[in-house]
């Protein structure tokens, strides 16, 4: 009894109970005038198609556009209400205004580093052509002076989490979509606790939605009480808006400016196998080393401040104040965010530039194969050139219906020549790129419109680094415990498979 009144009133059903009641009332609404529908269909149409315009000429992408089209256009009173609450992610001027704020601290913050782009410049053109991208949409410049290790497994990362938090001496900045209270999180947090009680800044900042099934209701209160200092990013309200859109996708650790850690492992026990959720769960980091951790650390600072409304002084916490001596160059390291309200599709632009310049083989690791025309054309592009372009999903899946518009996209690139694998064992939540044995990236960037286009989210470039290697020697091992998708298999699906992925993947920009 007392298990199920906890599942009645836990915030989730209580939410999901408020939002429910908002749209009734709305149906309601229409529905007493039903008397006047002549009148509101005209006016629904009016409204619908003036907002059909309006998508049209939005900078939004073209199939994020078609499924909302196709929603108004269905449902003429209704599509539009629901796009105006859901759809449009534009922002109030109080809030441009805040963040163009953060934008230029971030600017101020990390200048052009152009004697490091002279030195990409001479070795491959093609190469600074990419950076100087990233540097200029993301206001985060290419480094020297870092050393980079690529971790193949959700293990390997917690282990190494572990040694390094025990090492910090003045600041712990952590950054996370997902907590969950269970071995990974509670061997973690004692050692914050620890840590805060011994003086160190230790700071947490946790995705709302991203938590909301794995936290106590107000676990930012619990972390205050022992010391730390706590933010919830976006808080979850019971209120019909498109702000449920934007989340906090990012994995940062930083800890003491010179060391810092991201990728797809989240903070809770299935990313490391502490209990099998999907099958076996594969997952990837990158631990970086010097003056690259000083990208990660403005992303952290800049975001506490955006929810904080404090005005810190970044300088303080540059690597080399606390770093003993200079990291020995490995490589060019890049570390970069995107920001899903200015404007610019970063994440995307990264992995299309990689594509577009490749020349023996990209390799491709990614949950979720939900992509808009424009990537399919690219992948599809390089390996009718020749490019050996190859790419692991899933073949557990986290979401049936995720999983359906994955595969609804096989076949149109096994056409082309990608060659496509499904991880046998489990579930794989990697999101990284291996490039010609010369570039690669690992971050928190799916291939699905939530992460390209709605999320923010970071990850980090790498030009002629050793972990690039890494990356690519983890694909091709991990690439032999997979199950190849022929052409034959992809168009041997009944036809009823078939249509359900057809329209799911007409509304997948809006999953």
């Given at each position: ?12 059903v209580?939410?999901?109970l408020m ?21 509101l ?73 152009q ?11 093609s ?18 002076n ?5 971790l193949?497994?959700?293990?390997i ?10 090492k ?13 209270e ?5 061997t973690?947090l ?10 160190v ?13 794995t936290?106590?209701?107000r ?36 800890i003491?400016?010179?060391t ?13 196998n ?28 800049t ?24 990291q ?7 570390p970069?965010?995107?920001n899903?309200?200015d404007?610019?599709a ?20 990614t ?12 992948l ?44 046998a ?11 010609d ?68 993947r ?6």
């Open positions: 009894m007392v298990q199920f009144l906890k599942m009645i009133f836990h915030r989730v209580l939410i999901a939002l429910v009641l908002q749209l009734a009332l709305i149906f309601f609404t229409v529905w007493k005038f039903n008397q006047y529908f002549i009148f269909y005209t006016i629904g149409t009016v409204l619908g198609l003036a907002l059909v315009l309006f998508i049209i000429n939005d900078k939004s992408n073209p199939g994020y556009k078609i499924a909302w089209i196709v929603v108004i256009m269905l449902l003429p009173i209704f599509g539009a209400l629901f796009y105006l609450l859901f759809g449009a992610n534009h922002l109030s001027r109080r809030e441009k205004a805040k963040y163009d704020s953060i934008e230029q601290k971030t600017k101020a913050a990390t200048v052009q580093s004697p490091v782009l002279d030195e990409i410049a001479a070795l491959d053109g190469a600074v052509v990419q950076s100087r991208y990233i540097e200029r949409s993301s206001m985060s410049p290419p480094y020297k870092t050393s980079s290790e690529y193949p497994l959700g293990e990362k917690f282990e190494r989490m572990v040694q390094e938090l025990k910090a001496r003045h600041y712990i900045f952590l950054e996370y979509f997902i907590l969950q269970g071995k990974m999180w509670n973690i004692d050692i914050l606790v620890q840590k805060a009680r011994e003086g800044d230790v700071r947490v900042l946790y995705d709302d939605m991203g938590s909301m099934m936290l106590p209701y676990y930012d209160r619990k972390l205050e009480k022992l010391g730390i200092k706590c933010r919830i990013f976006n808080p979850f309200l019971p209120v019909l808006t498109s702000r449920f859109n934007n989340r906090d996708h990012r994995k940062i650790c930083v003491d400016g010179h810092g850690f991201t990728g797809g492992i989240n903070l809770a026990d299935e990313y490391i502490a209990y099998p959720k999907h099958g076996h769960w594969k997952d990837t980091a990158i631990l970086l080393r010097g003056d690259a951790v000083w990208s990660l650390t403005v992303m952290f600072l975001m506490w401040d955006l929810i904080t409304k404090e005005d810190e002084d970044f300088e303080q916490y540059r690597p080399h104040i606390h770093q003993e001596s200079v020995e160059t490995d490589g060019f390291v890049q970069f965010t995107d899903p309200l404007g610019e970063t994440g995307e632009t990264v992995y299309m530039n990689l594509i577009s310049k490749a020349q023996r083989y990209v390799y491709i690791t949950p979720y194969l939900i992509i808009d025309n424009e990537m399919v054309t690219a599809s592009n390089a390996a009718k050139s020749g490019v050996d372009v190859r790419i692991i999903t899933p073949h557990i899946p986290d979401k049936w219906y995720v999983h359906a518009v994955t595969r609804a996209y096989y076949e149109v690139l096994l056409e082309s020549g990608v060659k496509i694998y499904e991880y064992p489990g579930f794989i939540h990697a999101k990284t790129f291996a490039v044995d010369e570039y690669g990236v690992v971050g928190t960037i799916n291939l699905d419109y939530r992460s390209l286009y709605l999320h923010f989210e970071c990850g980090v470039w790498l030009y002629r680094t050793n972990s690039v290697l890494q990356v690519r020697d983890d694909f091709l091992a991990t690439q032999e415990k997979c199950q190849e998708i022929t052409l034959e298999q992809a168009r041997h699906v009944k036809w009823y498979r078939k249509a359900a992925r057809s329209v799911l007409m509304f997948a920009p809006l999953m």
